[in-house]
Structure formats: C-alpha cells, structure tokens
C-alpha cells in the first residue's frame, strides 16, 4: 500500500517543481523507478526528516538531485499525515455512532421504564412513583454477580402450608436478590401483557373461541386470534402443535381460599395430584394486597404428567400474576419465561397467556372459567397407545383442570362435613377420620409422582400392538414416609375395548377383587370401615381386611393375615379414575385411626389409572373421559403400578438379587395383565 502512495499518490521532485513553475515554462514530468521508490520508503520509516547530509548521499546513490530528495520527503510527510487524520476520523466516527447507539438504547429503555411502571401501577395497585422507587432501589448491588451465582442465593422461606382462608401473607412478602432490574421490568411487562390477553380470552368466545366439529369442545380460532395477538412459533418443528381449550364449572370454595391456593406451590401440586408432580416459587417480584393478593407476581417453575410412564412430563418456567377485577372476582394469569435462557435442558412445551377467572357465588362456591392455550413439540417422544390422547388436547385441556379441581374441592369440603354414620366402628372421631384422609390423600400423591420412573428398563414380551410391555426400575428409597431400602416398581399400559367407567366398576367391586389385588392372594376381603369424600359413590376412602392370608412365598416382605389391612382410595372425575391401594401394618394403622399425625406412617402404594384413549367412538364423542353416567364411550387405556420393598435399609441387595426380584415383579405385574383381560373376554388382544 505504500508503494502505491508513494508511486502514483507521491509527486516526485520534478514533478514539484513544474507545478511550481506554473506558466513560467513547460517542463517534462519525471517519475521515480521502483527501485528508487522501494529505497525512499525504506528510508523514510527508519528517519522521515533526513538532514541536508542524508539527503545528497541519498542523490548520489539513487541517481538523483537533492532537492528532488528533498521534495519527495516533503510530499511523502504530507500523505502519512493525511493519512492518519483519515484514521483518526475513522476511530471518532465509530465511537460516536457506538455512543449514539447508546443514547438511542437508553432512550428506548426510559420508555421502556415508562411503560413497565405504569403497567406495574395497573396492576399491583401502587402509585407510579413507588414503583420507580422500587425499581431504582434494588439489584443494583448483584448486577456484578454471574446469573448462575445470583440464581443460587435463592432460598425458600418456611411456608404454613395450612389452609387458612384470608390468612396473613408476610411469609410470602420478601424480595429475593439476583434477577438485575431490567429483567424484573421484563417480566412484569411480559406478565401484563399475559393478562391483558387472558382476560379477553376469558371474557369473549366470538370471534376467539369455536366449537370443534367433533366433540363440541371449546378451541381457539387460529385465523382470529392470531390476527389480533401475532406470534412467532417457539418451536420450529414440523411435530409442533397449539393446544387451546376453554372450560367452566363451579366449584365448592369460596374464591379468596382458591386464591391463596394457587399462590401457594404445595398446595397447588396438593389442589392438582394427578396433574401437577412438582412445583416451586423462584422467585417473588410482588407478595400484592395483603387481603386480596392483588398484584402478586411470582416466577415459578412446575412438572406436570400424565399418570403413566409413557408420556414424558412437561416442565414450565412461568410467570405468575394476580390481579383482582373487583371484589369477588380475580384472575390467575400463567405464561411462560425464558428464565434460564437455554441454559437449561429443552422443554417440550411452551406456555401461552392461560389461568383462569374466580368468581365468588352467594353460596360459599365459586365460578371458575379456565383457558388452557400451550404449544407443545412431544409427539415423537410419547408412546403411540397414548398420541390421540396428547395430540388431541383432551391430557392437559381446560376440561381436566376443571375436573381435577372441583373433585379435591368437593373432597375438602367432605372432610370437613363428616356424616353422622361414618363414625364408628373402626373410626370413632373426626380427628381418626381427617387422619386417615391425610394419610389416604399422601398415598395417592406418592403414587402418582412414582409413575415418572425414572431409569426404568423395558421387558418387551407384553408391547404388542395394545401394550406397551412392563416398564420397571429400582431405586433406593429414602423418602420420609416411605419405606426406606430397595424398592422395584413395575407399570404397564394397555388398551381394553371398554368404556373407562366399566373398567373403573370393575376395580371397585369386591367379588372381582379376586382377579386383580395381589395383597389378598386370591382370597376374600372385607371392608371394615368407609370415608366418602364426594358425592359420586366411586370417591371414597375404604380399610380392607383380607379375610384369610397365608404366608406369601411369591412376596415374602408381605405382613401376615393378623398385621396387615389395606388402604384404600377411589376417585373418579371426568377426565382420570384411580384405584390406590397400599399394606399399612395394624399397629400403624391404629395410630392414623386415633387422629394422630399419619405423615410418619411409612407407606408404598401400587394401584391402577384409567382413562379415555382419545378415539371417537360411533357416535362420534371423544373416549378422552370416564363418564360418571357410565355410558359407553370407547375403549380405555389402562396402567397398573406395582411398588414392592425388596429389602430393608441395611441389607445389602446384589446386583443378582435385584434381577430376581424384578423378574418377580415383571411376573407379577404380565399375570394380573391376563387375569384383567380375560375378565373383560379381551385374552385374545394382543
């Protein structure tokens, strides 16, 4: 490049002086070789103002005159100082369009301040000046601090997990450090604006909400809804879906109860066991009213499943916000938020604006309108007996959260209305009855979450085209009340051509015990005392003594006739019915039945879930329920769940033992699968 200048940028000595020369005379042009210009530059970096001695032997050994020297040296000074004004200029014009950048980014962030506040002032109830000084006063000394660092210092206050409607809310009011101000106006931004879509979702059906030509269900109307709130899609996936559903029903709470409910993460996964297997407040950015919990906003994260081991949980970061329309009515907005920012490993699911709207009633009920609207990419890894199911919206739709909620509402308000002829006999008080309700209620929760297994190892001799063979794993249990040592669990699931009400019927009745409960051996049981905790008669909790046991070989940790009852509960909505049944010693037991505290009472339970397969029948209604009419309504899919304790705590168990013990379960569990589908003539089904 310098060469270049040098050679046609650089005027050489004669050149000079022609111009200089003017009109005074013409004067031939002369340039410089290449070897002379090569010389003059390598000069020129080592002494760019060579003395008038320099110069003349420069002349000499380049052949030319000394002032042609001088004025090379003159012109060549003047273009590396053009030059770097050039670069100088080029440095100034960066930094200032990097500081006009700035200026625009923190002009667009004021705005941006602007609006978080006054959404913020919206929603929590609080003058716009407090929340700029909230935002201003806090973070500010954690900004330094990695994510991952700041996510760690986030600890979990002790909660009253005790259900005390309108109760006093300062264990929730507290400010965790670590997520820097921006990202808290971020989510309060994006939980505003979840809201806002909500309500209108939860107020209007036309245009949003269509009736599906198939079963009548409420679904949202892509075209309408997307024309008003356009999206991208979060998964870019050919398997991708959008779930939408819309749902209303009352329930028995008063609304303020059910509020503080779903504030609560307990007693959320308490309100939904056979939805939601986990969850967990990560952060609280408003407690809101005390009273009225309007304005509360939480960052939360949540598992859900269906109870079986072949569908895959879906896990949600979410936001949390409550607003209060009026007095009586709230909303419950959900939407989910890139908390770890990839981090993390993928989830198969993606929460859009969905909750639900809380009315109170006179009566001490509540109205409730529930939206469910969730994109979600987990057809490939869902087995195929359960895909209509899933891909079909009926698993995790408005109309399962519905059932799910009115059925532990309508349970809650049993066990506090307790029937005159339900005491005695066995249970003689009100505090042995709510214990055994508690205990009844920790078995059916255990059991659920342990249909996840997780490391589970597939015996394929039963996966035919209705089955999908026996799933087993083991595990080492230390759970407080749970048996603790080496525990096996085996699952099944398959298809019988019968409606989920027969197959539930068929559980409950005492004469077909016989052909399914491998506790009582294939002998006669009775039960010895009866909880109802809903108006259907299937929801109920029952004590089984098994009328005659022998000495099991099959299950030698097993209690003997003379120690051992069964507990067991029942329950059925629309969506699930569940058998849950589990060996509690008598010793135990007695101590649950004197209105103790059952929370020690080590338990491990097995069971059955049925529900709808997701087909039409002929009549073209969905097979995705359990009719309480017990109407046929296509064929059902069922899981069995086997939990036995194959050694105790201090045993060591080899890897040979283990083997056995699971070939006994596998066994077991292949067994009871024949003995059902011969009881429903299906023997012939693969």
């Known amino acids: 490049m310098e060469l270049q200048l040098g050679n046609n940028g650089g005027v050489s000595g004669d050149e000079h002086e022609a111009f200089n020369s003017g009109n005074r005379g013409k004067k031939a042009y002369h340039r410089h070789t290449c070897q002379q210009i090569l010389q003059l530059e390598k000069f020129f970096k080592e002494c760019p103002h060579p003395n008038e001695k320099q110069r003349r032997q420069l002349s000499r050994e380049l052949g030319l005159e000394a002032k042609q020297i001088k004025f090379w040296f003159q012109n060549r000074r003047t273009q590396a100082k053009a030059q770097s004004e050039r670069s100088d200029n080029s440095v100034l014009r960066t930094e200032n369009e990097r500081i006009h950048c700035e200026n625009l980014a923190i002009r667009e962030a004021m705005k941006n301040h602007e609006k978080v506040s006054s959404l913020l002032a919206k929603y929590i109830g609080k003058p716009k000046s407090q929340i700029d000084l909230l935002t201003s006063d806090t973070g500010s000394s954690q900004e330094e601090l990695p994510t991952f660092v700041q996510n760690q210092r986030m600890v979990n206050p002790g909660i009253d997990w005790g259900r005390n409607p309108g109760s006093d809310i300062s264990h929730f009011a507290y400010r965790l450090e670590g997520i820097p101000d921006m990202e808290n106006a971020l989510m309060a931004e994006t939980a505003a604006g979840a809201m806002d879509e909500l309500i209108k979702l939860l107020r209007v059906n036309e245009p949003f909400w269509i009736k599906s030509p198939s079963d009548g269900r409420l679904i949202l109307d892509r075209l309408s809804y997307e024309r008003i709130y356009p999206r991208a899609a979060h998964f870019i996936s050919c398997n991708a879906r959008v779930e939408s559903s819309k749902d209303s029903a009352t329930v028995t709470m008063p609304g303020m109860d059910l509020v503080d409910m779903f504030l609560d993460p307990n007693k959320w996964v308490d309100l939904f066991p056979t939805i939601v297997t986990e969850a967990r407040t990560i952060q609280v950015l408003e407690a809101g009213t005390v009273g009225n919990r309007h304005g509360s906003l939480q960052m939360m994260y949540e598992q859900m499943h269906i109870p079986s081991p072949l569908v895959p949980p879906r896990e949600f970061y979410f936001l949390r916000l409550c607003q209060q329309l009026e007095p009586g009515r709230w909303v419950i907005a959900d939407v989910s938020y890139d908390y770890l920012k990839g981090s993390g490993s993928p989830s198969c699911a993606w929460r859009l604006p969905s909750g639900c709207m809380i009315q109170d009633m006179p009566n001490g009920c509540s109205k409730i309108i529930w939206v469910e609207h969730v994109e979600a990419n987990d057809r490939i890894q869902t087995h195929r007996l359960y895909r209509d199911l899933i891909c079909g919206s009926y698993a995790y739709g408005a109309e399962r959260w519905i059932a799910s909620l009115q059925r532990i509402c309508e349970r809650l308000a049993f066990s506090t209305a307790v029937p005159p002829q339900e005491l005695g006999g066995v249970v003689t008080s009100p505090e042995g009855r709510k214990s055994i309700v508690n205990l009844a209620h920790r078995m059916v929760k255990i059991f659920c979450s342990s249909l996840g297994m997780p490391g589970k190892l597939d015996f394929r001799q039963l996966s035919e085209g209705n089955s999908s063979g026996v799933r087993v794993t083991i595990c080492k249990n230390a759970e407080q009340g749970q048996p603790i040592g080496t525990v096996v669990s085996a699952a099944a699931t398959f298809w019988l051509p019968v409606s989920p009400q027969n197959v539930f019927n068929f559980f409950k009745a005492e004469k077909s015990r016989t052909q399914w409960d491998i506790l009582s051996n294939g002998n006669p049981v009775l039960e010895i005392s009866h909880i109802s905790n809903g108006a ?30 069964i507990l067991q509960e029942s329950c059925t909505d629309s969506s699930v019915s569940m058998v849950v049944y589990a060996p509690v010693g008598i010793p135990a037991m007695n101590v649950a039945i004197s209105g103790e505290d059952s929370s020690i009472i080590p338990i491990l339970p097995s069971g059955f879930v049925i529900s709808g397969d997701g087909h039409m029948d ?19 899919l069922l899981t069995i769940a086997f939990q036995i304790l194959v050694s105790g705590p201090n045993s060591s168990s080899s890897t040979e033992f283990n083997m056995e013990s699971v070939a006994t379960v596998n066994t077991l569990i292949s067994t009871t699968v024949l003995k059902i589908k011969s009881a429903f003539n299906c023997s012939d089904l693969d």
Do not use: K, W
Request: proline share 10%; with cysteine.
């Open 618 to 636: 002929t009549r073209g209604n969905s097979s995705s329920s359990t009719s309480s009419t017990g109407s046929n309504s296509g064929g059902s």
């Open 536 to 565: 259907d008669p299937g929801n109920c909790i029952a004590i089984i003594r098994v009328i005659s046991h022998p000495f099991s070989p099959i299950l030698p940790l097993i209690p003997a006739e003379n120690n051992m009852l």
